[in-house]
């Protein structure tokens, strides 16, 4: 995405409705019901990109809360242009690194948590920063409902394999695997396409996807 230097855009961020100010971020972990002014389960996409998937599902489920989460402003603008566009009470959004998550999030506050065509990350040395690695799925365990589930699709097959294999150690599996996705009629239903999704299956590369929880 080369949309990182937006002139302007941490100005509309630090202003917009839409965004949780970076120095309230702190005070939200356990105050998600209250922002939203009611007790519906929170959902949350961690590294929303501009924001296709998530506006999508909060306008289709409004008795669900989303928070989508970008590290670059410039990307998150555009987000906020889709709200502006279409106004939803139940999607806010976050400007931070997905690191400090357990920052905003108390313990069990989150229901579900989806990760869309995360950053590849290829060298070895970056593989914490990947957001399916172990690093971050102990983050994850944190925030997360103890019955609460975690989706994640991605084109990229090497990182799909590596966050497979980092389940077990981390203490999580799979309940649905496919690494066809748009072939998969069971896995399908309902799926809702994010940018990235549209752009790679449009090239015809096949998607992989995983739910994971921690039961077993
Ligand atoms: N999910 C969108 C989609 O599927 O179309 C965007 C995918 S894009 C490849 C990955 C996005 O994740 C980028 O916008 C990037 O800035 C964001 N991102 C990567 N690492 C992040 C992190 N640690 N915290 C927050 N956002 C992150």
Redesign the pocket.
Known sequence: ?RL?NITGSREVIAESPYVIREELQAGCAGRWKEIFGNDNPVHI?????????IHTMARENPEINYVG????SS?LLRAIQKMEKEELPNLKFLR????G?TGVFAQGEVDRI??????PWPKDRHAK?R?PSRE?LARYDVILKKRGRLEF?TDNRALFDFAVDELEPAGWSASAITYDLHHDKDMMQGNVM??????FSGMGNPICKYVISREK
């Open positions: 995405m990182r996409e961690i590294g929303m990109g501009k924001g296709k998937f989460i970008e590290k670059y990307v931070m690194d997905a690191e998550i989806y990760l869309n065509f995360s950053d920063r957001l971050f699709k994010t940018e990235y999704e549209e752009k």
